[in-house]
């Protein structure tokens, strides 16, 4: 017999993964409680990175099904959803995904979806790149400072550096400039030998 598990994530702590056990069990999945994997992290995360996603890899087993509602349930990145969905496959569990019509994504028509998706997704990646390139490019011609802004000004950099010079300790004056540690390390490595 077929067993049927639902994989519910949100993001943050302040949301709920019930709407998503509610939208599966409204779509005819009979899902028992005990197969009901739900965590709280951000979908950033690679899918076999999640602590609650580990588990559930470890109770599937060829035939079983993996119901999601949306695709983003298992990742925000394409690859890595086309990648957990082929491992997946590969043990023999099927995954259906209510957001794409309840269709099975190890079927044909599933990874016909699939490849769609993932090219969709690294054509707006790749326009995502451009315009953020070409966005640096004008900012550069037209003068503006790029990157981040600086922490400390040129005579405070001085400061840091009599002050190591003098045998003061790193923390001690981070603490005195109302800095990190990591930005006296940085002024002071950026010294040459």
Same mark, same amino acid.
Request: proline share 3%; with cysteine.
């Given at each position: 017999m ?32 005990t ?11 690679a899918?076999?990175?999640r ?6 890899m ?9 119901v999601v ?14 990648t ?10 099927r ?19 699939? @490849?769609?998706?993932? =090219?969709? /997704?690294?054509?707006? *990646?790749? &326009?995502?790149?451009? !315009? ?5 490019? +004008? ?12 922490v ?7 400061d840091?550096?009599?002050?190591? @010079?003098?045998?003061? =300790?790193? /923390?001690?004056?981070? *603490?005195? &400039?109302n800095?990190? !540690? ?5 002024? +002071? ?5």
């Amino acid at each position: 017999m077929t067993r049927v598990f639902a994989y519910c994530r949100v993001s943050t702590a302040g949301q709920t993964t019930d709407n998503q056990v509610q939208e599966i069990a409204a779509a005819g999945f009979q899902v028992q409680p005990t197969r009901v994997v739900a965590e709280t992290i951000s979908g950033s995360i690679a899918a076999n990175e999640r602590p609650g996603f580990r588990k559930l890899m470890d109770k599937l087993e060829a035939g079983d099904v993996l119901v999601v509602t949306k695709l983003d349930r298992l990742g925000r990145n394409a690859m890595d959803v086309r990648t957990t969905v082929e491992f997946l496959a590969d043990m023999g569990v099927r995954v259906h995904c209510l957001a794409l019509g309840g269709v099975d994504l190890t079927s044909p028509a599933g990874k016909m979806t699939m @490849a769609v998706i993932s =090219a969709v /997704a690294e054509f707006e *990646r790749d &326009l995502l790149i451009e !315009r953020t390139q070409a966005g640096l490019a +004008r900012a550069k011609a037209e003068g503006k400072a790029l990157g981040r802004p600086r922490v400390l000004t040129d005579a405070q950099e001085s400061d840091v550096l009599q002050r190591l @010079a003098g045998g003061q =300790a790193i /923390a001690a004056v981070a *603490r005195a &400039l109302n800095t990190s !540690r990591a930005t006296i390390m940085r002024v +002071r490595d950026a010294q040459p030998a």
